[in-house]
């Protein structure tokens, strides 16, 4: 069973930097693409970047591209995401999740991802 355990989250005023991390265990971590979701209240969970098992290719929501950057490290089992001026509509729960399928093109439909982690807050204030 694949467990993923997010961590990193908390609160930053507009502009700020924060980087989530994401660890995973118990799978075969250097195989899964990995993404990672955010969502708002009152609305769905959105695509925010995925990466493919080797880190040759990435993909981000044009809300994010710019600002973000999705990295992992295979050795260490870990996933992350560098998130720079960060704005008020960037707060949501934020989850990193793995699939076994190869990395798609275009947004990344979270019923491809079959492990997730529980989440962790971002809150940015203005």
């Known amino acids: 069973q694949v467990q993923l355990v997010e961590s990193g989250g908390g609160l930053v005023q507009a502009g700020g930097s924060l980087r989530l991390s994401c660890a995973a265990s118990?799978?075969?971590?250097?195989?899964?693409?990995m993404g990672w979701f955010r969502q708002a209240p009152g609305k769905e969970r959105e695509s925010v970047a995925a990466?493919?098992?080797?880190?040759?290719?990435?993909n981000y929501a044009d809300s994010v591209k710019g600002r973000f950057t999705i990295s992992r490290d295979n050795g260490k089992n870990t996933v992350y995401l560098q998130m720079n001026s960060l704005k008020p509509e960037d707060t949501a729960v934020y989850y990193c999740?793995?699939?076994?399928?190869?990395?798609?093109?275009?947004?990344?439909?979270?019923?491809?991802?079959?492990?997730w982690g529980q989440g962790t807050q971002v809150t940015v204030s203005s």
């Open positions: 999740a793995a699939s076994t399928m190869s990395l798609r093109n275009g947004v990344q439909q979270p019923n491809v991802f079959v492990y």
């Open positions: 118990g799978g075969a971590f250097s195989t899964y693409v």
């Open positions: 990466i493919d098992w080797s880190a040759d290719t990435t």
